[in-house]
């Protein structure tokens, strides 16, 4: 997904597909970062980071909240708190922490994972996950968590299928961590308030800047001495920011502001895909475009790099990957009007529209 990605260009306005972490800080959110009040975060003085960190244990229905740089580093200190040197977890194949997250819990925590494939949405099978918690034998590892993620390539996973796992976590004695960098398009997509979604989680990522779109940071949240220990480890990663109000202040501002407006990103990715469905060579499972994401397959394949065609219309996309599949995501800085653009760039790298 990352190696194949062209840059950005300084200049005129791109319609950049890649991802949903492209988005650029809004006028309003400039506003909020301007006026944020700060303090030293580090010394727990920033009044900032504070609200921003009790809004979202509120919103996830957890005690306690603590504002990390990434959701890369979020879902590493979820994992430095959960397991210790030669424990295992649980995750599925495919998922970020075990794909795209530079092996970190193996190199800085010692940690092994166990990876399960997942049903097409995303979920563990529980029955799966079940069968892989190891015994308790000096040969194996020691099973202690089970990660799973939600949104999963843009899918929303089954609440069913996250409780069946839950249950089975809970009956072996295994922590229950969500990977949820996208857990507010689950929850708009779905109906369900996100604290409905993160009940069974011991603890749980999000990412702000994704579909929220602030430029900077991610949220870890769980227990009161969860996150006094995840305070620890984040000081440890070298992630303790002191004025970090300017950039909690953000979050504020996407917590208020871009919610809700997630259902126009779902509706834009549903709309591109049903229009790019029309042209010959184009492959799309319908089923599979559920929140911001789409993926299609290229059956044909146009005379030149598709990135390099569409860069000349100002639209980012990665090229075909080895199974051919492309992914775009539809975003705050995506409008409705610039599905045109898109649609008539892939026609023309096919060949069926002049271009
Ligand atoms: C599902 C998922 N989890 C975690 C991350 C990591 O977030 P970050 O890029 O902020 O480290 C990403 C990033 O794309 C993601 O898609």
Redesign the pocket.
Known sequence: MYSNMPKARAGNRQIDLR?D?VTRPSPGMRKAMAEADVGDDVYGDDPTVRALEERTAELLGKEAGLFVT???QS?LIALLNHCGRGDEYIGGVGY?IPK?EAAGAAVLGGISPCHLHPNENGALEASEVEAAIRPDDPHFAISKLICV?NTFNGRVVDQEDMLRVAQVAKANGLALHL?G??LMNAAVKSGRPAKELTEPMDSVSL?L??GLGTPVG?MLCGSHQFIEQARRNRKILGGGMRQAGVLAACGLYALDHHIDRLEEDHEKAAVLAKRLTEIEGIEIDMKSVQTNMVWMKVVNKGSRPLSEHMMERHVIVGDPDATQTVRLVAHLDVESSDIDVIVDGFSSWLGQTNG
Do not use: L, P, Q
């Open positions: 991802s972490t990434s959701g890369t879902n970020h795209y993620e990977d960098a996208r990412c800047s994704k991610s």
